[in-house]
């Protein structure tokens, strides 16, 4: 099964899901029987137009004003092809909605404006990554608004909601080329960032490649709590010391990755651009105003309870309940790294 | 022409009545305080079609900020920012749909010439009339009103949760007003409905069965049905989400016990019927713009007019196809899925009737008819393409990308073409002046292009998996999205020029005859304009798609019924 039409016109993202083929070729289908048709009223009509234009002194023929026979076909065959249609529809949507069994499950989380992905082994992370030729099933869970989540090459879609598990299920087919990826989007509106809430999809070639990535995707999970306190004490000669750690950084490149990947950057710049939250420029160390609870300084213990419990304190300036809480969904060790990270950001030294 | 005694010449003839409607009275309140269906007509269309031109603004807007991708991917946004975009697409959306298209071609057209084709002096109940255009004016005020709180950013289908808890930021902000406001809006299209179903019921002149009534008549009668029943369900939608935002009580709110897909069922539930608002005003329009243009009796009258009703009964229920990625269960989406497919065939009968019509007729391309023609090809693609989306399995690769953007365009702001050739059509009725045919002509041709370079290469953008509402997209789209926006450009050149057109005729025109087209529904046996009350005397009831009868009069400069020639009309 595949599209000839939508292939050769380049009509469809990259075949990269068990059901790519399917749906192709019941859009191919589809489109034939509309061209076929819009080619057979729009021509006719364009024949009798030139045809039957108004010339002076000619009038209209009078032709019958009814024909059952006519009447019946013109109802009877397409009622045959839509319901061919439907069929073929209906066959496709049901294998994208019942989910297989023994698959391989990660959990999926959204909100505003951010993905992560929870693989089985516990780690979070806003890339979503999956071995090619086994069935993976997400179970999506949102913390905010509505969101949905879709992968154009897999032809998949699902909205994902506060309230209410939805599942999704495909299998890959065609490894994403080195260093390349599928577009991960947000299909639902979902406020101000709606259009950057979008991530990579990579899809491994084999098994091993795949848990060996997942082995590394977060460096700091992997630390033992002795390495990790040899790892702040000295980051770099810890880093120098443990080549086989891969992607560990220091904690302040660390923070600023989690700020790039975690959703943090949607709403907080960091050179003092205000956002729907305050920029992180320069806010270490500043004097904060609230709506709803006395002033404080941008310290360890405030940073930290912005991020876990964000609607203690409301800055004044900025929408009440704009953040979502991250509460459980960052570790210690990355509220460090992001503590980390803000301390870097002094005024007048520009990061780019 | 002017030397006839306008008394003498009844109302066959097309020498313009002394004593029009627009006439008949002078001063402000003559006009705010009408109860004449035509005045009605004339201030809802000047309305609409001054609200068609923010919504257009909007529209031509958002395209700009289009122009270029993204900051984060190369490109630089010159013109906004995101906040900006959102509330620019929802507020076309919001205006185009409840303020402009719904009450179109029904509020505007409809009431001007449904009472006039029934040969009756009024609707059934002017002042509920009159007070349905003080609701339309109350709904947009309070819509445009927004503007003040920061607008609205929810998009126009106000979907829960965003739109009860985040959405346009403040306390109040703009969300309440204009959902406030489509309330309002509603219950002035329920009143519109309620008054068009009475009057076709009780005001038909003996002899007016059913099945003789021009088929516009069936058109709108199947639309005021859809506008009683699904109407009052957004009513209740709206105070629902109003009560969830401003007391928070909770029916869609998971965390206050509601349940967040209920909000899409109630939304769609009158949302998707009010597509066919829009478009069953507009089938009807077509029935006769086609006959009357090919100066040929419409083919097959009854299955377009049971069509009408088969679309308006079938229309109610494929609110779910809407839905098939929200989460509602399979079982239903099947259903859902079967019923929509139904909806196809009536379409298409309509579509195979009129093109039948055009066979051996005497074509006349005049600017409503290349309106009409126009239709036809854009309405072929967009229910073309809707079966695309009908299908469940395509759906959920097609669904809210550009494609949707692109079929819903080709359907509902397809009628607009249909609205435009609409009030050229009875542009000679209204006002009793012609227009200029030939710069007519030319809107009309720069609009068709324009739309189609807008619309359809969104479908090829929608294909590729680019989103909807989305203000940054991936640079492999900016060519795409350059040909539309340039593609909307030449459509405001063309509604630009439409504009000229139809004030050149005011100030210049010449004087329109009664019957400039040869058509034959009652609404042309009035003078042009109608005088106050219509008909002295109830016209004769005759078949409105007989031509034979009617004939080119050159003292008139209009056409005159056959064996009315040499009556007290034609002394001179």
């Known amino acids: 099964m595949t599209g000839i039409l939508a292939d050769s016109l380049g009509l469809m993202p990259p075949k990269a899901s068990t059901f790519a083929p399917a749906v192709d070729f019941w859009f191919d289908f589809t489109l034939w029987v509309s061209i076929f048709f819009f080619v057979l009223i729009i021509g006719l009509m364009m024949i009798f137009m030139v045809m039957y234009r108004r010339r002076p002194g000619v009038r209209a023929i009078v032709t019958p004003t009814h024909s059952t026979v006519l009447e019946l076909s013109w109802t009877i065959i397409p009622t045959i092809l839509v319901v061919l249609m439907f069929w073929g529809g209906f066959k496709t949507y049901m294998d994208q909605r019942v989910m297989p069994s023994g698959a391989y499950e990660i959990g999926v989380n959204a909100k505003q404006w951010a993905w992560e992905f929870t693989y089985p082994n516990g780690i979070r992370h806003p890339e979503l990554h999956v071995p090619k030729d086994v069935p993976v099933v997400l179970t999506m869970f949102s913390d905010d608004v509505l969101h949905s989540f879709f992968i154009p090459a897999f032809r998949v879609k699902m909205d994902v909601m506060r309230g209410r598990y939805t599942k999704l299920w495909f299998q890959a087919t065609l490894a994403s080329p080195p260093g390349g990826y599928y577009p991960v989007l947000c299909t639902e509106y979902c406020g101000t960032s709606h259009s950057t809430m979008v991530t990579k999809c990579v899809v491994h070639e084999t098994r091993a490649e795949f848990d060996q990535w997942l082995r590394d995707a977060d460096p700091l999970k992997k630390l033992t709590p002795e390495q990790y306190d040899e790892y702040v004490r000295d980051p770099a000669a810890f880093i120098a010391a443990h080549p086989d750690i891969q992607g560990l950084q220091s904690p302040a490149d660390m923070g600023r990755k989690l700020w790039d990947t975690k959703g943090c950057k949607q709403c907080h710049s960091i050179d003092g651009k205000v956002g729907t939250g305050p920029s992180w420029l320069g806010i270490w160390g500043a004097q904060h105003e609230f709506s709803n609870a006395p002033p404080a300084v941008v310290e360890e213990n405030y940073v930290r309870e912005s991020i876990e419990n964000p609607r203690a304190k409301a800055l004044k300036g900025y929408a009440a309940n704009a953040m979502p809480t991250y509460q459980g969904r960052i570790t210690d060790r990355e509220i460090d790294s992001i503590i980390a990270f803000i301390k870097t950001l002094k005024s007048g030294s520009e990061t780019k | ?572």
């Open chain 2, 1 to 572: 022409m002017s030397s006839l005694n306008p008394a003498a010449a009844g109302p066959l003839v097309g020498a313009p009545a002394a004593d029009n409607y627009l006439t008949h009275s002078r001063g402000f309140w003559s006009w705010a305080a009408t109860l004449d269906h035509k005045r009605i007509g004339v201030m809802y269309l000047a309305g609409i079609f001054t609200m068609f031109l923010v919504g257009g603004l909007f529209a031509v807007l958002l395209r700009s900020v289009l122009l270029t991708p993204d900051a984060a991917a190369g490109g630089v946004k010159t013109i906004v920012d995101a906040n900006m975009y959102n509330r620019f697409f929802t507020l076309h959306g919001a205006v185009m749909v409840f303020i402009v298209i719904i009450p179109g071609i029904p509020a505007a057209l409809g009431n001007f010439v449904l009472p006039l084709m029934l040969g009756a002096k009024d609707v059934a109940f002017p002042r509920l009339n009159l007070c349905s255009f003080y609701l339309w004016l109350i709904g947009t005020a309070m819509a445009l009103a927004s503007l003040y709180w920061g607008g609205v950013d929810t998009g126009w289908t106000f979907y829960t949760p965003y739109s009860t808890k985040v959405g346009s930021s403040g306390a109040f902000g703009g969300v309440v007003p204009v959902v406030a406001g489509a309330f309002v809006l509603g219950f002035s299209s329920i009143f519109t409905g309620l008054n068009f179903i009475v009057t076709i019921h009780k005001l038909r002149p003996p002899g007016m069965t059913w099945f003789r009534m021009p088929l516009f008549l069936w058109g709108t009668y199947a639309t005021a049905v859809i506008q009683v029943l699904a109407t009052p369900v957004l009513g209740i939608t709206l105070l629902l989400l109003l009560a969830e935002r401003l007391l928070g009580i909770g029916f869609f709110d998971s965390e206050l016990g509601g349940d967040p897909v209920l909000f899409q069922h109630f939304f769609w539930f009158y949302s998707h019927p009010a597509v066919y608002i829009m478009i069953l005003p507009a089938m009807g329009v077509m029935s006769e713009l086609i006959s009357v243009f090919s100066h040929k009796h419409i083919f097959g009258y009854k299955f377009i007019a049971f069509s009408s009703v088969a679309i308006a009964i079938l229309g109610f229920l494929v609110w779910g196809h809407h839905m098939f990625t929200s989460g509602q269960s399979e079982l239903l989406g099947v259903i859902f899925s079967a019923i929509t497919f139904s909806i196809a065939i009536p379409s298409a009968v309509k579509m195979f009737n009129w093109l039948t019509t055009l066979y051996k007729g005497s074509i006349d391309f005049k600017a409503p008819m290349c309106y009409a023609l126009s239709f036809m090809w854009i309405f072929g693609i967009g229910g073309l393409t809707g079966l695309f989306l009908g299908m469940m399995g395509l759906d959920q690769h097609l669904h809210d990308t550009y494609f949707v953007v692109a079929h819903f365009h080709y359907v509902m702001a397809g009628t607009i073409f249909v609205f435009f050739g609409a009030i050229h059509y009875w542009w000679p009725k209204m006002t009793g002046r012609m227009y200029d045919e030939g710069a007519a002509v030319l809107a009309s041709l720069l609009m068709f292009i324009g739309f189609n370079m807008t619309f359809f290469i969104q479908f090829l953008m929608g294909t590729r998996g680019m989103p909807r509402r989305y203000y940054a997209y991936r640079p492999e789209f900016q060519f795409h999205h350059i040909v539309s926006t340039m593609g909307s450009y030449v459509m405001l050149a063309a509604v630009l020029l439409l504009i000229y057109v139809l004030i050149k005729s005011l100030r210049s025109g010449r004087p329109a005859p009664a019957n400039p087209w040869g058509a034959g529904s009652m609404e042309w046996q009035c003078a042009s304009p109608p005088p106050h009350d219509n008909f002295k005397t109830p016209p004769p009831v005759v078949d409105a798609y007989d031509y034979e009868s009617l004939e080119w009069d050159e003292r008139v400069g209009g056409y005159v019924h056959r064996g009315r020639r040499g009556g007290p009309a034609a002394t001179h």
